[in-house]
C-alpha cells in the first residue's frame, strides 16, 4: 500500500509531505495507481519549482518521497500552497478510486 502523509503548520499550510510504499495493483511498470501517485507529486514539486521558483528539500528514494518546504514570503507561499492543495485533491480523487491500494493521513506539524 502506497501511504500518504501530508503534514500541515498551524495555519493549515502544508508544511511538508511524504510518500512511501508501492501499491502492488499491477505488475512494475503496469501499476497505474503507481504511477498517477509518481506523476502526480513529482510533478506537483516540479510545479512549484517551475512556477514559484522555490526549491523544496526533497529526499527520495524506491518508493519513497519526501518534500518539505522551506519558509516563504506570503505572496510566494500562497502560490505554492495552491500547486500542493492541488496535489491533495488529485492524490485523493485516486484514493477514492483505489482505496485499497493508497491510503492519505493528515497530520499537524509538531514544531513550528
Known amino acids: 500500500m502506497i501511504e500518504v502523509t501530508i503534514i ?22 503496469k501499476d497505474i495507481v503507481c504511477a ?8 506537483a514539486i516540479n510545479a512549484v519549482h517551475a512556477l514559484t521558483g522555490v526549491t523544496p528539500e526533497i529526499g527520495h528514494g524506491d518508493g519513497f518521497l519526501r518534500c ?4 516563504l514570503q506570503d505572496g510566494i507561499n500562497e502560490k505554492v500552497q495552491l500547486l500542493l492543495e492541488g496535489m ?5 480523487t485516486i484514493e ?6 493508497i491510503k492519505i493521513t493528515f ?5 513550528e
Do not use: M, T
Open 36 to 43: 498517477g501517485v509518481s506523476a502526480v507529486s513529482i510533478g
Open 8 to 29: 500541515r503548520k498551524d495555519s493549515e499550510n502544508i508544511h511538508s509531505f511524504e510518500i512511501s510504499g508501492h501499491a502492488f495493483f499491477a505488475n512494475r511498470g
Open 88 to 92: 491533495v485533491v488529485s492524490l485523493q
Open 107 to 111: 497530520k499537524k506539524q509538531e514544531v
Open 96 to 101: 477514492e478510486d483505489y482505496g485499497k491500494y
Open 68 to 71: 518539505v518546504l522551506p519558509e
